[in-house]
Nanobody
Framework: QVQLVESGGGLVQPGGSLRLSCAASGFTFSSYAMSWVRQAPGKGLEWVSTINSGGTSTSYIDSVKGRFTISRDNAKNTLYLQMNSLKPEDTAVYYC???????????????????WGQGTQVTVSS
């Protein structure tokens, strides 16, 4: 069965960095676009970033452009999110998502994704 397991979250000071990982199994990882979304305390889900199946095309929400980098290692079935210059407003639970259609670019529409991980908490605070 499909499994997505996030790791790498934690407590970091403003300006710090974290790298999130998402280990995927149970499907052909290299055939699907993947995304990261987040949910801040008391707020709804927010799309953060998407990467296509080959890792050649990425997109980001404006608030993280220039600070976050999404990448993937298809040989290791792993998705990453490198987060630099973290701000308190980045505090959230971060989820990785598998796109619901094979071999097409992903979208920003969360409903288009069919599997989620359990999430990893990122807290940015001094």
């Amino acid at each position: 069965q499909v499994q997505l397991v996030e790791s790498g979250g934690g407590l970091v000071q403003p300006g710090g960095s974290l790298r999130l990982s998402c280990a995927a199994s149970g499907f052909t990882f290299s055939s699907y676009a993947m995304s990261w979304v987040r949910q801040a305390p008391g707020k709804g889900l927010e799309w953060v970033s998407t990467i296509n199946s080959g890792g050649t095309s990425t997109s980001y929400i404006d608030s993280v452009k220039g600070r976050f980098t999404i990448s993937r290692d298809n040989a290791k079935n792993t998705l990453y999110l490198q987060m630099n210059s973290l701000k308190p407003e980045d505090t959230a639970v971060y989820y990785c998502l598998k796109y619901g259609r094979k071999a097409v670019p992903g979208t920003q529409r969360i409903a288009d994704y069919d599997y989620w991980g359990q999430g990893t908490q990122v807290t940015v605070s001094s």
